[in-house]
T-cell receptor
Framework: DAEITQSPRHKITETGRQVTLACHQT?????MFWYRQDLGHGLRLIHY???????NKGEVSDGYSVSRSNTEDLPLTLESAASSQTSVYFC?????????????FGPGTRLTVL | SQQGEEDPQALSIQEGENATMNCSYK?????LQWYRQNSGRGLVHLIL?????REKHSGRLRVTLDTSKKSSSLLITASRAADTASYFC??????????FGKGTRLSVIA
């Protein structure tokens, strides 16, 4: 069955380290998204991609980067982890740009920055 | 900043009762979507209502949309303990990504 996976599911790192969170989907969806979820803030968009080699900044992109070298994967990199980046991170995908698209979410990665 | 704002932030009801959650938004939309999130899990799409629709049903779910008031409501009828979750509205403006609200935490007590 097609699915969207995230790894690792849990990660503890230290301030200043580079961290990469993986997201892999097998639906062949064009669109992929990264969100962070924090108490009191709901879901906030970090970066998104509408296809291979396309990346766009979201609402809270500072300190994060993404690259899209194939359809299936959109890794999220924290260049120099900060305690403010402690959060739960969700990856999502959807079939195409435009209206009437539901998003399919991964199970999330809980990141703790000490 | 968030487009949709859910109300109430938290809701606690008895099993069998109906649960109503509201969502208000600020700008014009093409459609509005509702998602559910069980504790420790990713979001799951529940229902989508287009801007030219006023009401939509799916099983025990009923969604209304009032574009003149920029608001939507999600009604869950005959709630069950398994409905305990957080519920999010998300607005779709067209060629921009969905914008999610902060969610309503629903607790259904058996």
């Amino acid at each position: 069955d097609a699915e969207i996976t995230q790894s690792p599911r849990h990660k503890i790192t230290e301030t200043g380290r580079q961290v990469t969170l993986a997201c892999h989907q097998t639906w062949n969806h064009n669109n992929m998204f990264w969100y962070r979820q924090d108490l009191g803030h709901g879901l906030r968009l970090i970066h998104y991609s509408y296809g291979v080699h396309d990346t766009n900044k979201g609402e809270v992109s500072d300190g994060y980067s993404v690259s899209r070298s194939n359809t299936e994967d959109l890794p999220l990199t924290l260049e120099s982890a900060a305690s403010s980046q402690t959060s739960v991170y969700f990856c999502a995908s959807s079939p195409r740009t435009g209206s009437y698209n539901e998003q399919f979410f991964g199970p999330g990665t809980r990141l703790t920055v000490l | 900043s968030q487009q949709g704002e859910e109300d109430p932030q938290a809701l606690s009801i008895q099993e069998g009762e109906n649960a109503t959650m509201n969502c208000s938004y600020k700008t014009s939309i093409n459609n509005l979507q509702w998602y559910r999130q069980n504790s420790g899990r990713g979001l799951v799409h529940l229902i989508l209502i287009r801007s030219n629709e006023r009401e939509k049903h799916s099983g025990r779910l009923r969604v209304t949309l009032d574009t003149s008031k920029k608001s939507s409501s999600l009604l869950i009828t005959a709630s069950r303990a398994a409905d305990t979750a957080s519920y999010f509205c998300a607005t779709d403006g067209g060629n921009t990504p969905l914008v999610f609200g902060k969610g309503t935490r629903l607790s259904v007590i058996a």
